[in-house]
């Protein structure tokens, strides 16, 4: 169960967010060293090759789709530290193996929530704005602005922590918008109506439902 502005957020600015998303957080363990600002500069250009170039990902090729999201995201995210942000309060109330599905359930819900949005990347360019960052820092902002022809720059922030291998993105601002907290409301509701259980339940149909649509052979 998804709240409306989530909804809205993904349908309306996820069309660069995916991409641009994914390029700042393709890099390796030896890159650990790299200011966040230059990670996210050196790599988006990768990225936003292999869309450009492969025929299958702009169709749409689940496959395709998914392999890039592995190679280029996953080792990047902190899906705990997301899945923590998202429950809000209620995380201590939950179990190690509640924590552990609740995570679990949660990746999915972003990573197909990105992959799906490769797709709509339609040539749009990323500016990237001077880094506000002190010696020492282990949190700071990534400010990127997704220029959009006709249309509106779009502010897009990301929230990174440095950890030994690296910096990892824990949140995306959206034009002011909390990618990950803004499923705390509904989240809050579901547990209040079904317990924590319910809220496993609700994401895991959730995904199962998207990933069976997905397996779907195309109508004609």
Known sequence: MMNNIAASVASTVMTGVAAVFCTLLAATAAAADIAPDVLAKNTT???L???KADKDIQGGNPKKIHELVDAKVLPHFDFAHMTLLAVGKNWSRATPEQRQSLTAEFRTLLVRTYSTSLTAYKNQVIEFKPLSMQP???DVKVKTEVIQPGGKPIPLDYR???KPEGWKVY???VDGVSLVTNYRNSF???IRQSGIDGLIKTLADKNQRAMDGSAA???K
């Open 49 to 51: 090759a292999i869309i």
């Open 217 to 219: 052979p195309a109508k």
């Open 171 to 173: 949140d995306v601002v």
């Open 136 to 138: 020492g820092d282990t």
């Open 160 to 162: 990174m922590e440095k």
């Open 45 to 47: 250009q990768e990225v």
């Open 188 to 190: 809050a509701n579901e």
